[in-house]
């Protein structure tokens, strides 16, 4: 027989256990919300820009009675909806994703949908990117997750670089060792090397908060290695200071997609 206070105990337990994975659970939302809101005004100039596009050219629609004019009116217009469209639902869909489902994801589609979130704030802030895309890996992952460690890796980059940074994230099938591998590199500030084995400790951070008290949690990088590790992966970082900073994420790999599959992916990354 177990003694009952020690079962009064082993319950106890069991319910801090379930309470932290409660708190967990929800600070992974609330830091993925405050991603959302360090891309909010990039978002709103973008749709500002839109609609813009949209006034203009039902004005031009509306002044000019020619059939060629109007369509072109109408062209314009359909094209800026059809954008506003992709940032909202992209932006929608990536705030309410929640659960732990892990599921084989194509590697390449999710990094593509990050960026649909993050490139007005790039290009806000002038910074050129470029993806490279040297496989086509399937991984298990929960993409939404996956998604908002790369907003966080992309936001630091950006923050780390000011203006006229250069950013690259590179895709690859790491055939020999099972890995499906993202990197995110900047050419920013860089981390000092006593400095680097802190980045991943909860609210380690060298930001102070801004205007609208976001920022400078010390939790982005925290969050992404819980997540990770609930992966099973791996995240790498390497920093030179003056230079930049590259984090490497990696992931077991499920399989490399054959390119017939998606065809007109690979002609667009080829
Ligand atoms: N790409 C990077 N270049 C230079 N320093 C970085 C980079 N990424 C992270 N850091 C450093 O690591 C610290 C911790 O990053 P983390 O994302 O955990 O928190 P934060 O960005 O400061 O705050 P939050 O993510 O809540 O806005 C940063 O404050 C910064 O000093
Ligand atoms: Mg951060």
Redesign the pocket.
Known sequence: MTDPSEEDLLHEVQELNEQIQELQSSLMQT?KL??VG?LASSTTHEFNNILTTVINYAKMGLRHKDEKTRVKAFEKILAAGQRASKITCGMLSYARQQGNRQEPTDVVQLVKSVMVLVEKDLQMNRIQWQTDYLGHPEANLNAGQIQQVLV??V???R??MGERGQLFITVRSNLEENWAEVSVR?T????PAD?LR???KPF????EADEQG?????????L?KDIIDGHEGRIRVE?AMGK??T?TLKFPLLREIPQLENAEEIREAG
Do not use: E, P, W
């Open positions: 830091q405050s991603s360090a966080n890796l936001v630091n980059a923050q780390a900047d920013g500030s860089g981390i400095k802190n980045i991943f380690y951070t060298t930001k976001q920022g400078g949690t010390g939790l982005g990088l925290a992404c920093s930049g900073t984090f």
